[in-house]
């Protein structure tokens, strides 16, 4: 299992259309190859910055399957105006999980 762990800095006051794009965007990824989930999470500190956590069988399932689809247009279509700058794209694998 991958997770896909992107940084986002939102463009300030237009955190609450972030937030209802993402939960536009939900059966996007339901429905996309390999998907296994996602959960956004908001900086304490810093309001205007977000952490998009996403579950993928493999790291081809997101960077050809899904970035190269249909709905990755219709998801940055959703939320790409409200990025105040490029999203920093991490995959990682679990190596341990005391959860």
């Not at 996602?38 to 899904?66: C, G, M, P």
């Not at 190269?68 to 219709?74: E, N, V």
Request: net charge negative; charged share 25%.
């Amino acid at each position: 299992m991958i997770a896909e762990i992107v940084r986002l800095e939102i463009k300030p006051g237009q955190e609450a259309e972030f937030e209802a794009g993402i939960a536009a965007a939900k059966p996007l990824f339901e429905r996309a190859k390999g998907c296994h989930g996602l959960a956004v999470r908001r900086s304490v500190e810093k309001a205007s910055q977000y952490w998009l956590l996403i579950r993928w069988d493999t790291v081809e399932n997101h960077t050809a399957d899904f970035a190269g689809s249909a709905d990755f247009q219709a998801f940055i279509k959703l939320v790409g105006g409200c990025f105040a700058a490029a999203p920093q794209v991490d995959h990682a694998e679990e190596t341990w999980t005391g959860f």
